[in-house]
């Protein structure tokens, strides 16, 4: 097997650290502490490519495959999590579903412009007694003249305060069954949409919101593909993404580890900087291990995507494995800093409360080994 990455593929992760250095790391305090995330980003975003790396370029993207699109997570992770996340948020689930299954009116009118960093997008699913469970949603959709009448409520939608749009699903039918469950890109504001902020622990500078539906209409025109049952459109957008935010939660472990090695070379106790002692060494050799093992399973995982052979099972190894990973290193690098690991001058406990979304979020470490017994016929 070849482990190497391309000469393109390394140019890009030189030429996303270098932004994610230059660009992003001088925002991260200010847009932390004030809990908003700094909405010119999306058009830098977009001027860059960013937002369309994983798409070809004949729909407009930078034609990079998804161990590319794993490559930018990674290193943007690494310098703040909550503008990888609502990067995220934005360019894949938020606009993934489109590319698959959007007709050629829909692509040109919501696709491109998100493309383009001009409108932001979000992916409203979860839903306040849901949980996990898909196929449980409650949002109704019910066919009125001329479109759809929307009722329900979404809950931890991520970018859903300052969207453009959301792509949002609901039941079309009230069996419980796969095909009752469809796709409908709602624009905002829509008088039937109320979007209340959500005040959280991690990820703080990626606004966070409950979706509140009551009676919103939106035309035939926004119903994703013009079809009803998009429900296998959810579930490969969930599997492909949960890859993708394993990549999130590896920067964020490379991060925690990094930071940890800086301050193990610099604390001195007893004449002798930390990371002498042989406990301190051996922590951090460990956290090293952990992230490597991590890394390539990562990185299988994307291959797999452009390979077309991903299946849920694996991808749900992959998010395991990396999302349990960063929050054992991200801890580990606290330990290693003592009393200066609570402390907001140093970025390990910001990482640690980041890493503890992904163990919940985008599924939660249950629901994934769920997917894998399953797939061992248990």
């Known amino acids: 097997m070849d482990f190497t990455f391309t000469p393109e593929q390394e140019e890009l992760r030189r030429t996303?650290?270098?932004f994610a250095d230059s660009e992003l790391a001088p925002l991260v305090r200010e847009a932390e502490e004030s809990e908003t995330f700094p909405r010119q980003l999306f058009r830098r975003f977009g001027e860059l490519g960013l937002v369309g790396v994983r798409y070809p370029a004949a729909d407009g993207g930078s034609g990079f495959d998804k161990v590319s699109d794993c490559i930018v997570r990674e290193e943007m992770s690494r310098v703040c999590q909550s503008f990888s996340s609502s990067w995220s948020a934005h360019s894949h689930l938020g606009i993934w579903p489109i590319w698959r299954a959007g007709t050629d009116a829909q692509k040109e009118r919501f696709f491109r412009p998100a493309l383009a960093g001009e409108r932001i997008a979000g992916f409203a699913l979860s839903e306040p007694d849901g949980g996990s469970d898909i196929r449980a949603l409650r949002t109704k959709a019910e066919k009125v003249s001329g479109g759809w009448k929307l009722n329900g409520s979404k809950l931890y939608?991520?970018?859903?305060?300052?969207?453009?749009?959301?792509?949002?699903?609901a039941r079309t039918d009230p069996q419980l069954a796969p095909s009752s469950i469809s796709l409908f890109l709602v624009e905002l504001p829509n008088p039937g949409i109320?979007?209340?902020s959500l005040k959280k622990e991690g990820i703080r500078a990626s606004d966070t919101g409950l979706v509140h539906i009551s009676d919103a209409f939106v035309a035939d025109d926004c119903l994703l593909g013009g079809r009803t049952g998009t429900y296998p459109i959810i579930l490969d957008s969930l599997s492909e993404n949960r890859v993708g935010v394993a990549a999130?939660?590896?920067?964020?472990?490379?991060?925690?580890?990094?930071?940890?090695?800086?301050?193990?070379?610099?604390?001195?106790?007893?004449?002798?900087?930390?990371g002498q002692y042989q406990a301190i060494a051996h922590k951090l050799a460990d956290m090293a291990a952990d992230i490597e093992a991590a890394r390539w399973l990562v990185?299988?995982?994307?291959?797999?995507?452009d390979q077309g052979t991903l299946d849920a099972a694996t991808a749900a190894k992959v998010k395991l494995v990396a999302s349990e990973c960063a929050v054992r290193v991200s801890e580990a690098a606290i330990r290693i800093h003592g009393g200066a690991g609570i402390m907001r001058?140093?970025?390990?406990?910001?990482?640690?409360?980041?890493?503890?979304?992904?163990?919940?979020?985008?599924?939660?470490?249950?629901?994934?080994?769920?997917?894998?017994?399953?797939?061992l016929g248990l």
């Open 194 to 196: 109320v979007v209340t």
């Open 16 to 18: 996303v650290r270098r």
């Open 248 to 274: 999130n939660a590896l920067g964020m472990a490379q991060a925690a580890l990094e930071a940890a090695l800086e301050y193990a070379r610099v604390r001195k106790v007893r004449g002798k900087t930390i």
């Open 157 to 169: 939608i991520t970018n859903a305060p300052i969207a453009g749009f959301l792509t949002l699903a």
């Open 299 to 305: 990185y299988y995982g994307a291959w797999r995507v």
């Open 345 to 375: 001058d140093y970025p390990v406990g910001r990482i640690h409360r980041d890493a503890l979304v992904y163990v919940i979020g985008e599924g939660t470490s249950e629901i994934q080994r769920n997917l894998i017994a399953r797939s």
